[in-house]
C-alpha cells in the first residue's frame, strides 16, 4: 500500500520512517519500548501472543494491508508479515518505530499518533490493535477514528489485557486505563462494527497473575513493579516453571485456528468487522 494513500500529512526522514510535523503525548512509559525489546524475540508471552494472532488473522484474513496501530518496536508486524500479511506500522514512540524500521526490518514505518497521522477516510483495509485499546483513556473515540478510517467491510484484529479483577501494579506502571471483559470489549466495538469472533487466551496465566501481582497489590504490600522488560518475567532465563507454560498455552493457538473460543485467560482477542452502509 502507498503511504501518500493513507495520508498526506507525512514525509520520510533520513531513515526511511515516515513522519509527521505535531506531536502528541500517549499512555505509555516512554522507555517502554527500549526495554521491550532485548527481550521480546526470546519471550514466551511475545511468542505466543504473536501465534495467536496470526492464527486469528489466518482463520479470518484481512481483504488488503494491516496497519498496525501502536505497534511498538515491530514484533506484531514482523510475525504478520513473516506469515504472508502486508503490514504498515504505525507506531507513535521514536524508539518503537527506529527498533521496527532499523532492526526488525519493517518496509513501512510510520511515527505518529492516530490523530497525528490523520489518515484519509475510508482507505485503510484493515487495522491490528495489539494491546492498544488499554492505553486509550476515550477508547470508544478511538475505535470512532478507526472506524472512519477504515474500508467499509474492513477488518479489526484486537487483542487487550482481560478481566478488571486482575488489576495490579503492573497496569499502572505500564499506562493502562483498564482491563476488558467480552461484554466491556464488544460494547466498544459494537457501535461501528460486527464482532465475528472473541476468545481469551494465556488461561495457564490466571493464576500466576492473581498470586504474584494482584492479591499483593491488594493487600498494599506491591505498588510499583519493574517488570517491563523484565528477563524474568518474559521467561528469558527458562527454567521448569517457563518450560511447562510454555507447553500448557502452546494448545491455544491450535483452538483459535479452528475458530473455537477460551473461556478464560489473562488477554482477550477479538475479530471485527465494519458494518457497510
Not at 520520510?12 to 516512554?30: M, N, Q, T
Not at 504505525?90 to 490523530?115: F, S, Y
Request: aromatic content about 8%.
Amino acid at each position: 500500500m502507498e503511504i501518500k494513500s493513507l495520508s498526506k500529512n507525512l514525509s520520510r526522514d533520513e531513515l526511511g520512517i515516515w513522519r509527521c510535523a505535531r506531536r502528541a503525548p500517549v499512555s505509555y512509559p516512554a522507555d517502554g519500548h527500549a526495554r521491550c525489546f532485548p527481550v521480546e524475540d526470546a519471550s514466551f508471552w511475545f511468542r505466543h501472543r504473536n501465534q495467536c494472532i496470526v492464527a486469528a488473522i489466518q482463520r479470518f484474513p484481512p481483504g488488503g494491508t494491516i496497519l498496525d496501530i501502536g505497534g511498538g518496536n515491530g514484533i506484531v508486524s514482523r510475525g504478520l508479515i513473516d506469515a504472508g500479511f502486508d503490514t504498515v506500522l504505525l507506531e507513535p514512540g521514536a524508539d518503537g518505530a527506529r527498533n521496527a524500521k532499523a532492526k526488525r526490518r519493517i518496509p513501512e514505518v510510520i511515527c505518529a499518533t492516530l490523530a497525528e497521522a490523520d489518515l484519509s477516510p475510508g482507505v485503510v483495509p484493515s487495522v491490528g490493535l495489539f494491546d492498544v485499546l488499554e492505553h486509550i483513556e476515550d477508547d470508544r473515540g478511538f475505535v470512532r477514528d478507526i472506524s472512519e478510517a477504515l474500508l467499509p467491510g474492513g477488518m479489526l484484529y484486537v487483542t487487550v489485557p482481560a478481566h478488571p479483577s486482575l488489576w495490579s501494579a503492573y497496569d499502572i506502571e505500564t499506562g493502562h486505563y483498564r482491563r476488558y471483559r467480552k461484554r466491556t470489549l464488544t460494547a466498544v466495538l459494537g457501535d461501528d462494527f460486527d464482532v465475528l469472533y472473541f476468545t481469551h487466551f494465556f488461561m495457564p496465566l490466571v493464576v500466576p497473575v492473581i498470586i504474584l501481582r494482584t492479591i499483593p497489590f491488594r493487600l498494599g504490600l506491591v505498588r510499583r513493579t519493574d517488570s517491563v522488560g523484565s528477563p524474568r518475567e518474559h521467561g528469558i532465563q527458562g527454567g521448569p516453571v517457563t518450560g511447562m507454560l510454555g507447553c500448557l498455552v502452546r494448545k491455544e493457538a491450535g483452538r483459535l485456528r479452528q475458530g473455537r473460543s477460551i473461556g478464560i485467560g489473562t488477554s482477550c482477542l477479538a475479530v471485527a468487522r465494519k458494518r457497510k452502509a
